[in-house]
């Protein structure tokens, strides 16, 4: 699906049930990140987009990516074990999109 068709499907599915602002700002920010770096696989720091949007935390982020994934527009992987990044794919565009590791002594 291309990006257009993509996100006139989340309008849609937002008009039924409205997305938290946490998950559109995630969608529309990855989807930019995809636009900008015109590669398949996208890394993105948590710390990225939480300086660009002031009130988020890092739990509402998680909470996006979960919703984005139960609603099925991304598969998203949570951080565990030495991993501290997330990795996301948008499912129905075939993007990866993935969250840069931080180093384990932070």
Known sequence: MNETKLIEEFWKDCERANFSKEATVLFFHLLYLQRQNKETE??????????????FAQ???????EELQKRGYIEYQAAKGERTSGIYRFVK????????KQSASK
């Open 42 to 55: 996208i890394y993105l720091h948590p710390a990225a987009l939480l300086s660009k949007v002031i009130g």
């Open 59 to 65: 739990a509402a982020v998680n909470t996006a990516s």
């Open 93 to 100: 565009t075939g993007t990866k999109v993935v969250e840069s």
